[in-house]
């Protein structure tokens, strides 16, 4: 494999965790909690998307356009993670952050468990929506780009842009920083900031599912586990690049992609996690709070 | 409020401890049943990955099982009480799943569906003078040195020679890569007595990767390596959920060996919502045959497929054939449904060794002393979105 | 009756009583009409409450979050299996030969700790927890693709098999584990265990060093202002509950006729970790009852069949909801407490 080819693939793969890190990061730095079930909602988004595509969700709904299925996946996720943030997340909100770190690992059972139930265990593969003209590549100067890769890097892109303006400008935006900077000096100036976290979770469960169409088109293999392992990767990249840190979400996406294809290429195959990990450790011995990451200032 | 804690969890616990202890209630109020009581019936258990990753195996297991049960006690004659228990794919688990069923009262095992656990529970089983019989678990660690251990499915090290054997003979390729698993015991298996068959017959091993659980959707540097060192077959001992992907992505980047793969391979044309056009020329070694004319075969997959909506892959049909098989054991030693499971070991071992068995994943099977099977593996073609054999 | 004036010792004595109390009617049922469902379950719970201990001394009383204790109990089941089987001539005695499998995982599991430990303790809060989820994985990894035999001496190689010991009589075979394991674990060396893991706990937590390691969970700066040297007394809470973890791997290992990397995965890790959170950090009685709890959960669930993980899921989400959420807590506690009332007039 030639060092262009890998670079590529690492891109490819790196846009996806640089996807599912987006809605960690965001969740992180506005609730300041770890919220594990992130992966599970990216597979429900995908389930979702499968179905209302094949026509196969409930019997008297009609096969939709790619399209309207994703964009049918988005407002169900959206919907589902301001549910599951209203009935396992709120009462939580003053208890300390392991128990609510519990409870999201609790959530990703149930949402495992509720999708082998309704959905068999039987991997589903999950259609190409993005060829064009019957191609899934595209050939670039004797490179071979798959669409899927183009879009995905371009839809993260976007979603880091839009996130960061969003943030700093709406009036959205800036109530979820004054969250994330202090909630009780946030209620004191008038903030909702019940209804501010229901916003972000709404966010990042929307985005869920967004990445969940994008992973499943990437790897088409849909079980009701597809969400687990890129979930936990992509919370490695989201606190490689400094976690709470949007555009670092993404840096930290696309280079533990790249990291993991060449160990893979040019180390060893049975090792390329360990590595991964090991370059984890390494950075943030350099750099405690991650590649993006604001330093913590201590008060005594 | 520390304390009420503290008394609500011991509470629990104790409930748990008590209900979990009993052994004499639970045979009333059990709601796990997979099929009906029946009076006078053999009480068959086996302990099954029905949640988690591995999920879809023990489903398949278990849903081929209870259709066979059901099958054979409409006949009259015969009767089967049938228990699956959920093992999660864990060695830890499948011997608790095996201890719920020894307090049940199981009297023959189908041992476990997967290899790890199977090799846990059949030290178990070895101790308990139980006769185990599983569909799947292919490791040899699960029958070694246990003389009431019995497999319905080839060993690996035999799926791994058979099939280096079948490419030099049909001389399919000289330089050969192969991608297997290196966390599974199924793909380790098969992968080591390939590599140590395959040069002794002419093949070059030209590239051999790997990959692992959690890190099986991005196989693109696999196939670059297979592809620039020249391979013109790719061997793929592994489960057909990955070899899926791999077909796909070898398929985006324009690499088009011929790809061989093993039993686990059975089941990649019944995925829902996989391109059949991309297993084309697929060359796999398997003991069963969804597409097969034969009669058996045909009645159970349209009987399978009615009941549970999905094509029966190798792992229902060996679970099929092992109730079929516990049937014409029991029927042909006049076992009956009070002998102890002691009794009932010895009865089979002698039987098991002794009989041939025609079933659907082959016919005229044998079992020799060390519990594994005998029979052909058959090479099929995927030709057209359907296997053809090859011989 | 002095002794039992101190609050401390008090509730040490109590803990101890319970698992003393608890072994001998345990004990006592085993021999009289136990099911083999809750007998094949007494030597993990055993593990489980020694990983979930000393875990609680990581979190509860150093205060920093691992998500990777699992990665110890591995070294732990690796190492003590390998010197169990290995010295499986030599020593005849089971006992013997698990108390010295127990002392070798120990020592392995703190030799891991130390080297993790040296990185990991610079960082903070959710930066360190990632470190040690890394660490877990690594760990996975590095016995996943390790080759051990023993012929007289240790052959170790990794990635393939480069011992010249053929496949088949190797001790750890990569991806396969370790198979043929003699069973030797008992519920006498599993109660062992949790009391000697009790006796070093509270013995530590009453120490001088305790007091410097919870004064760092406490307040870091104000502690490390009065000179007491963080890294020292940090790397010694972890180190011994790396220990413990290695110990009740091996006990674990010990326990089954085959044990794989895989099962030491980040899921065990949180297993582990909810047990610690549920019986509330700190407290060592609490941590008991909860792996006991939580280990026969999802057996005495069978009865929901193809439900029972999801029911596991949600009684998890209740128990974390219903012992935080403050009006809730309010509520139970008024209710207790008016009970109490009630009783005292009659």
């Known amino acids: 494999m030639n060092i262009f080819d890998s670079l590529i693939s690492g891109i490819s793969l790196g846009s996806i965790y640089a996807i599912i890190a987006l809605g960690y990061t965001m969740v992180y730095g506005i609730a300041k909690m770890l919220n594990f079930a992130h992966g599970d909602v990216i597979m429900v988004g995908a389930y979702i998307c499968f179905y209302t595509f094949t026509g196969g969700l409930m019997s008297f709904l009609p096969a939709v356009p790619p399209y309207a299925a994703i964009l049918i996946a988005v407002v169900v996720c959206t919907l589902l993670g301001m549910l599951i943030e209203r009935l396992a997340y709120k009462p939580l909100r003053t208890a300390p952050s392991l128990a609510v770190l519990i409870t999201a690992i609790g959530v990703s059972y149930f949402l495992q468990n509720a999708a082998l139930l309704l959905w068999t265990s039987n991997p589903k593969v999950f259609p190409s929506f993005f060829n064009f003209g019957g191609n899934t590549n595209i050939e670039l100067g004797g490179l071979r780009i798959s669409y899927v890769t183009i879009v995905t890097i371009i839809v993260s892109a976007v979603i880091m ?39 972000t979770f709404a966010i990042g469960s929307g985005l869920a599912a967004i990445a969940g169409v994008l992973l499943c088109s990437a790897y088409p293999t849909l079980v009701p586990t597809t969400g687990s392992m890129p979930g936990i990767k992509a919370f490695t990249a989201a606190v490689f690049g400094g976690i709470g840190s949007i555009p670092g979400a993404m840096l930290g996406g696309l280079l533990l992609g790249v990291i993991e294809i060449f160990s893979k290429a040019y180390i060893s195959t049975q090792l390329s996690d360990a590595i991964v990990f090991a370059v984890l450790i390494v950075v943030l011995l350099v750099k405690p709070t991650g590649l993006l990451g604001k330093p913590i200032r201590e008060k005594v | 409020m520390k304390k009420l804690l503290a008394i609500l969890l011991a509470v629990c616990l104790m409930a748990g401890l008590v209900a979990c202890g009993e052994t004499a209630t639970t045979e009333t109020t059990e709601t796990t ?16 990955p029905l949640t988690g990753p591995a999920a879809i195996y023990g489903t398949a297991v278990k849903n081929a099982a209870e259709l066979a049960v059901e099958e054979i006690n409409a006949e009259g004659g015969i009767q089967f009480e049938l228990r699956m228990e959920d093992d999660q ?61 019995f497999q319905m499915c080839f060993t690996d090290p035999n799926q791994g020679s058979a099939s280096a054997q ?29 590599m140590a068959t395959a040069p002794g017959l002419g093949i070059e091993v030209v590239s051999d990767t790997t990959f692992v659980d959690g890190n099986d959707t991005d196989f693109s540097v696999q196939l670059a390596d297979a592809q620039a060192n020249g391979a013109e077959l790719v061997f793929l001992p592994m489960y057909y959920t990955p070899a899926s992907l791999i077909l796909n992505q070898a398929n985006a980047m324009g690499y088009a060996p011929v790809w061989f793969g093993v039993d686990g391979m059975d089941g990649i044309l019944t995925l829902e919502g996989f391109d059949t056009a991309l297993a084309e020329g697929v060359i796999l070694l398997t003991p069963f045959n969804a597409d097969s004319e034969d009669a058996r075969t045909a009645a159970f997959v349209a009987k399978y497929q009615e009941k549970y909506g999905e094509i029966p892959n190798q792992f229902a049909a060996d679970a099929y054939d092992c109730v079929y098989a516990y049937k014409q054991a029991l029927e042909a030693v006049g076992a009956t449904a009070d002998m102890t499971a002691e009794e009932l070991c010895d009865l089979m071992i002698a039987q098991f060794t002794t009989m041939t068995y025609d079933g659907i994943t082959g016919e005229s099977m044998t079992w020799d002393a060390s519990g594994a099977v005998t029979k052909d593996p058959k090479g099929m073609v995927i030709e057209n979105g359907a296997y053809v054999g090859l011989d | 009756m002095k002794l039992l004036t101190n609050k401390t010792t008090r509730s040490n004595t109590i803990t101890y009583a319970v698992v003393v109390i608890s072994f001998v009617l345990l004990q006592l049922w085993s021999g009289a009409g136990m099911s083999s469902s809750l007998k094949g379950m007494l030597v993990p719970i055993c593990a489980y409450v020694v990983m979930a201990l000393s875990l609680n001394l990581t979190v509860g009383v150093l205060g920093e979050l691992s998500l990777g204790h699992a990665g110890f109990m591995s070294v732990g089941a690796f190492t003590g299996t390998t010197a169990a089987m290995a010295l499986a001539q030599s020593i005849p005695s089971d006992g013997l030969r698990l108390a010295i499998a127990m002392v070798v995982g120990a020592l392995f599991a703190a030799i891991a ?46 990635l393939s098999n480069q011992t010249g010991i053929a496949d088949n009589d190797l001790i750890i075979r990569g991806p396969m584990g370790i198979g043929g394991i003699t069973k030797i674990s008992t519920f006498v060396a599993g109660f062992v265990l949790i009391m000697l893991t009790l006796i070093v706990i509270f013995n530590l937590v009453n120490s001088r060093s305790g007091r410097a390691i919870m004064a760092l969970r406490d307040n870091r700066i104000a502690a490390e202002s009065v000179g007491i040297p963080v890294t020292k007394y940090k790397m010694m809470a972890f180190v011994i509950s790396a220990a413990l973890a290695g110990a009740a791997g091996t006990l674990f290992g010990l326990n089954y006729s085959t044990v794989v990397a895989n099962k030491f995965d980040f899921n065990t890790s949180i297993l582990i970790l909810v047990f610690v959170v549920l019986g509330g950090q700190g407290r060592m009685l609490g941590s008991i009852i909860a792996a006991a709890a939580l280990t026969i959960l999802p057996e005495v669930l069978r009865e929901f069949a193809d439900y029972r993980m999801l029911v596991y899921a949600i009684v998890l989400i209740l128990v974390m909801i219903f012992t935080n959420n403050p009006t809730i807590k309010g509520f139970f506690t008024r209710l207790f407490s008016k009970k109490q009332e009630g009783g005292a007039n009659q």
């Open chain 2, 33 to 48: 049943e997979t099929t009906e009581a029946v009076a006078g019936a053999f009480k068959i258990g086996g302990t099954a």
């Open chain 1, 161 to 199: 842009v839009a996130l960061t303006l969003f943030t700093s400008y709406s009036k959205t935006g800036k109530a979820m920083r004054a969250c994330s900077e202090d909630k009780g000096a946030a209620q004191l100036m008038g903030i909702n900031v019940n209804t501010t976290i229901s916003i």
């Open chain 2, 89 to 149: 794919h864990d060695a830890e688990k499948a011997v608790n799943a095996y201890n719920t069923l020894k307090d049940w009262g199981m009297q023959i095992s189908l041992g476990s569906v997967t290899s790890k656990p199977c090799e846990a529970t059949s030290t178990e089983t070895y101790a308990d003078r139980i006769f185990a019989l599983t569909p799947s678990a292919s490791s040899t660690a699960t029958i070694e040195g246990k003389d009431n251990q």
């Open chain 3, 113 to 158: 700790g130390f080297l993790i430990g040296i990185p990991v303790l610079r960082l903070r809060g959710d930066y360190l927890a990632i470190v040690t989820l890394a660490f877990g994985e690594i760990i996975k990894s590095i016995f996943t693709n390790l080759y051990v035999g023993f012929d007289g001496g240790l052959r170790v190689s990794l």
């Open chain 2, 166 to 194: 079948y490419i030099a003979d049909k001389a399919l390729a000289t330089k050969v890569a192969v991608i297997w698993k290196s966390d599974d015991v199924y793909s380790k298996g098969i992968y080591d007595t390939f």
